[in-house]
């Protein structure tokens, strides 16, 4: 299946695509934030560079977008085209995810995942809901979680 946009034009439109500060993201630290969280950004010295990192509750947390890490939602449709290509892209994303997860618990963290769905999108959560599960996972012996 031919590309409905030119090869510039979606060259331009990837470029813009971010890895870091997503609004997902942008809404869970504004959010944890407000409730009285503090928390680091972006770990680069611990496994998968952690999205929020809350060292007083030992916790690691991944905001993570659904196309990019295979989601199994609403949001998530396999490409058209390329379909080889985005499969393994898509499928090398989780499976380093997954070490990621096991490396962290390994070093003692605790690790949960926020999907993008949980913010936007017909099936997402109310905002204070989704804050509210997660101050809940923090303050619990739970070692992973996963949002929604």
Excluded at 42 to 61: M, S
Excluded at 65 to 85: A, I, M, Q, T, V
Excluded at 87 to 108: M, Q, T, Y
Excluded at 114 to 141: F, M, Q
């Amino acid at each position: 299946m031919a590309d409905v946009v030119s090869k510039e034009k979606r060259s331009e439109m990837m470029a813009g695509i971010r890895g870091k500060n997503t609004k997902p993201e942008m809404i869970v630290r504004r959010g944890l934030h407000g409730l009285g969280y503090r928390f680091r950004l972006h770990r680069r010295d611990l496994p998968g560079n952690p999205d929020i990192v809350l060292p007083k509750y030992n916790a690691a947390i991944f905001v993570q977008g659904c196309f990019w890490h295979g989601h199994d939602c609403h949001l998530f449709r396999w490409p058209k085209s390329r379909e080889n290509f985005w499969r393994d892209k898509i499928e090398a994303n989780s499976v380093r995810d997954a070490a990621a997860f096991v490396a962290l618990s390994r070093e003692g963290w605790r690790v949960a995942q926020i999907w993008e769905c949980a913010t936007k999108g017909k099936e997402k959560l109310p905002h204070t809901v989704l804050l509210d599960r997660v101050s809940e996972w923090l303050h619990s012996n739970q070692q992973t979680a996963e949002f929604p």
